[in-house]
């Protein structure tokens, strides 16, 4: 097996992780040690990656990073009752060039994915969401990501890479295997019009911070449909981390981010998770201890999983018809969690990405509102996205 990218946890992370408790994280950790090497992946669900790379921040001035009080933060916390083993791979250092960081990322992410282990990222800069993203190229034919983010990093495609165009070279570049693009926690004065205008057109989704600090359950459902999660420590307010990561006085609180990483843990579908943007500083223990207890609820997410997708028995749900604006919407409820779907048909006349009736996580909402004569926001924009 090919791990010859990574680099072992630190001497001083794992001194500090003598010290702790026998109950402690860092004591049940499977960890990559300079005196034991990688360690053996068997019965692992997830494994941690650092990637010290941050050379295409639109702001970079030659400053490197490390993960250390990240992953003493992370090691001192108690796990719950999980039946989840975790490991902690160490770190890819940044390559000679940052396609050979790309590059060393995206072999790492394929490898775990397809021994079934759920790659968690820390990153640098969030332009490595685009390496994770080509690691499903041989994966799977149409990949989800959701980001977590005050905007939408769309950015000029035609100039090279940065942490503020990713999104653009995603969706330009070959293979095209984006399928569904959502931003969760944006806010409207960091980005354009055209850009706003630009996802609309692609029927991308898009949640405002508001919308997503008044009902965090919106995030489920989008989680729920999502292959890749990458959160921007940018949607995070300034009050909640530390002096160098402040970016704006609005964002989502520490309770509404752990929300979302744990939304992004239930989730089936996702398989690889990454936290991107950090900056350490001096003052630096409340962002490191942040981020460290997002990764907890990642896994607390992950070990609560419930196989609730499961159509093909009837017994596992129940099936509900309505008709909205002249169109029969299809609906179904997981007898075991009670989640919702919503169907969306397969139109025979058009080149359906999906090929088949692709069932759409919605939420309850959307089936009073059907019930009430109007069509889902998600719906729609599938149903259009199918049809182009």
Not at 236 to 255: C, T, Y
Request: aromatic residues 12%; charged residues 20%; contains cysteine.
């Amino acid at each position: 097996m090919n791990f010859n990218f990574l680099s072992p946890v630190s001497d001083i992370v794992l001194a500090h992780n003598e010290l702790l408790s026998m109950q402690a994280m860092g004591r049940k950790l499977k960890i990559n040690s300079q005196q034991n090497g990688v360690p053996d992946l068997e019965g692992v669900s997830i494994a941690i990656v650092g990637v010290l790379e941050n050379r295409n921040d639109a702001n970079y001035i030659g400053e490197s990073f490390e993960l250390n009080e990240v992953r003493k933060s992370f090691y001192s916390l108690f796990p719950g009752s999980w039946n989840t083993t975790v490991a902690d791979l160490g770190n890819i250092n940044a390559g000679e060039s940052v396609e050979d960081t790309y590059y060393a990322l995206k072999t790492t992410v394929s490898i775990l994915i397809q021994k079934k282990i759920i790659p968690v990222i820390l990153g640098g800069s969030q332009d490595l969401t685009y390496a994770i993203y080509r690691a499903y190229d041989n994966l799977i034919p149409m990949v989800n990501i959701v980001n977590v983010d005050s905007k939408f990093d769309l950015g000029d495609s035609t100039k090279p890479i940065k942490n503020t165009s990713f999104v653009g070279k995603i969706i330009l570049d070959q293979p095209y295997n984006l399928f569904n693009y959502a931003t969760l926690g944006y806010q409207t004065y960091f980005n354009s019009q055209e850009e706003i205008d630009l996802m609309k057109a692609l029927y991308f989704e898009s949640y405002r911070l508001g919308e997503v600090s008044n009902d965090i359950t919106i995030v489920e459902p989008v989680m729920r449909d999502a292959n890749m999660v990458s959160i921007d420590m940018g949607a995070i307010k300034a009050s909640e981390v530390s002096l160098k990561q402040r970016l704006s006085p609005n964002g989502l609180d520490g309770k509404e981010i752990c929300a979302v990483a744990r939304y992004a843990g239930i989730s089936n579908k996702v398989t690889a998770f990454g936290i991107f943007e950090y900056k350490p500083s001096y003052d630096d223990e409340v962002t490191a201890m942040l981020i460290a207890q997002m990764l907890w609820y990642f896994i607390e997410g992950v070990n609560y999983r419930v196989k609730d997708d499961d159509f093909v028995n009837d017994n596992n749900h129940q099936k509900f018809i309505t008709l909205a604006d002249s169109q029969e919407l299809v609906f179904y409820k997981s007898t075991k969690t009670g989640r919702w779907w919503i169907e969306i048909p397969f139109l025979s006349n058009v080149n359906n990405k999906l090929k088949k009736h692709t069932l759409l996580p919605c939420i309850h909402q959307d089936y009073i509102d059907a019930c009430n004569g109007k069509i889902p926001d998600r719906w729609y924009k599938a149903y259009q996205k199918n049809s182009v």
